[in-house]
């Protein structure tokens, strides 16, 4: 594996799930790493365990929802480690419901989490690695942005919506050695899982080693690529 040795990554959903997977794994490659998640005790026991195994690390909480919040947790990031060279969008909600029992309220929020959210942290941390001319940015999507899954017309139009987004800023950034990617997971045995009767197919860890192979050793000729998890 490539090393991160100097790098500085941002993990959104970090406090557990695929999220926390990533995280262990960017600082095993030798990055500083800002975990975020919703509640700050999530992420500030994850930062603990990362700075018990010699990472440098963070824990900060934000709703990525929220733009200004946003702004202020990369600030904190930029001020405790330095600036962010890897961001992983892991953040999101799924909603199971049918289209006719959705409320407006119910559809916003999923795109805010799962869709507006990757694009307030881009917008803010991308063009200063495209100043420095070096970054990774990894999207973790769904299968769902593929396949239509019934009851998640939210959820699966988010997705569909982070993949298109993926790829043209892909195309914006190439040139300036920024890769820009999205992982696709099938079936994953995280909390969001539970509930919905469908059997995992990995782990949160097996997603992980993809995210972390697109921002180590992937050539920059994968960027705009959609891996999918899934068969």
Do not use: H
Not at 107 to 134: I, K, Q
């Amino acid at each position: 594996m490539s090393s991160l040795a100097g790098r500085v990554a941002l993990v959104t959903g970090g406090s557990r799930g695929i999220g926390k997977a990533v995280a262990e794994q960017l600082a095993e490659a030798g990055a500083a790493v800002a975990v975020l998640s919703t509640t700050e005790p999530g992420s500030l026991a994850v930062a603990d365990a990362l700075r018990t195994r010699g990472a440098r690390a963070l824990g900060l909480a934000a709703d990525v929802a929220d733009a200004g919040a946003l702004d202020e947790a990369v600030a904190s990031v930029e001020r405790a480690l330095g600036p962010v060279d890897v961001l992983v969008n892991d953040a999101g909600v799924a909603l199971r419901r049918p289209l006719s029992e959705m409320t407006d309220a119910d559809w916003d929020r999923v795109l805010a989490v799962n869709l507006s959210g990757p694009f307030y942290l881009c917008r803010r941390c991308v063009p200063a690695m495209a100043e420095r001319r070096w970054g990774r940015v990894v999207n973790v999507s769904s299968i769902s942005g593929r396949l239509g899954t019934p009851g998640m017309t939210a959820y699966c139009a988010s997705k569909w919506g982070l993949n298109g987004f993926t790829q043209a800023l892909a195309a914006e950034v190439k040139a300036r050695n920024v890769l820009v990617a999205a992982v696709l997971p099938g079936s994953t045995d995280t909390d969001m899982l539970k509930g919905s009767g469908w059997e995992p197919e990995m782990a949160p860890a097996d997603v992980a080693r993809v995210v972390t192979f697109l921002c180590t050793e992937a050539p920059l000729a994968m960027s705009g690529s959609l891996v999918e998890m899934f068969g």
